[in-house]
Nanobody, 117 residues
Framework: QVQLVESGGGLVQPGGSLRLSCAAS????????MHWYRQAPGKEREWVAG???????NYADSVKGRFTISRDNAKDTVYLQMNSLKPEDTAVYYC???????????WGQGTQVTVSS
């Protein structure tokens, strides 16, 4: 059973930057894709970005051009670089690892990001 641990959240002013990390307890290379989700107070969890084992990435329209997802297989870590942060980016950010065969979907405990002046 893989364990995912997010870190890097915090309080930042609008326009600022943060880099989130998601460290896995084992190799992330076996996962077909790694994703970042977020959940704001009173809202449903939403997908933010994803990256495949081959390195292809995709983003939600709300973060495209501002956020960058990357992975370091040697460190079994996935990152989310967040630039030009807005108050509406405030949420708990979760890391998710997906393996298709056999099906595995693992989640981290989340890290709080607050964008406020």
């Amino acid at each position: 059973q893989v364990q995912l641990v997010e870190s890097g959240g915090g309080l930042v002013q609008p326009g600022g930057s943060l880099r989130l990390s998601c460290a896995a307890s084992g190799s992330i290379f076996r996962f077909n894709a790694m994703h970042w989700y977020r959940q704001a107070p009173g809202k449903e969890r939403e997908w933010v970005a994803g990256i495949t084992s081959g390195g292809s990435s995709n983003y939600a329209d709300s973060v495209k051009g501002r956020f960058t997802i990357s992975r370091d297989n040697a460190k079994d870590t996935v990152y989310l670089q967040m630039n030009s942060l807005k108050p509406e980016d405030t949420a708990v950010y979760y890391c998710n690892a997906v393996q298709r065969t056999p099906w595995i979907s693992a989640w981290g405990q989340g890290t709080q990001v607050t964008v406020s002046s």
